[in-house]
Nanobody, 120 residues
């Protein structure tokens, strides 16, 4: 059974930083491409960042140059370093494995997510 568990969210002031983690259990982690996604109240889920099993990274336009995605295969964990956050970054953040880079179809059920709230 595959489990995705996000953590690291919280309340942060605009301009600050936060690091999110996602532990993935039940797969051969090192062979999967993984991504971060977010959903704000009343909005659809949005692509944030993606990292391939070969460490290639891709970012959404709204976070490029501010967020950094990384992975530690030894810990079955991906990270999202969030810098220079603004109020529009407030959302629940999720990780998952998409069928392909821009696919909205995920391989696994969504985890609980982690709430990020940015105060002005």
């Amino acid at each position: 059974q595959v489990q995705l568990v996000e953590s690291g969210g919280g309340l942060v002031q605009a301009g600050g930083s936060l690091r999110l983690s996602c532990v993935v259990a039940g797969i051969d982690f090192s062979e999967y491409d993984l991504g971060w996604y977010r959903q704000a109240p009343g909005q659809s889920r949005e692509f944030v960042a993606h990292i391939t099993h070969t460490m290639r990274t891709t970012y959404g336009d709204s976070v490029r140059d501010r967020f950094i995605i990384s992975r530690d295969n030894a810990k079955n964990t991906i990270y999202l370093q969030m810098n220079s956050v603004n109020t529009e970054d407030s959302a629940v953040y999720y990780c998952n494995a998409p069928h392909s880079l821009w696919s909205t179809t995920m391989l696994y059920d969504w985890g609980p997510g982690t709430q990020v709230t940015v105060s002005a």
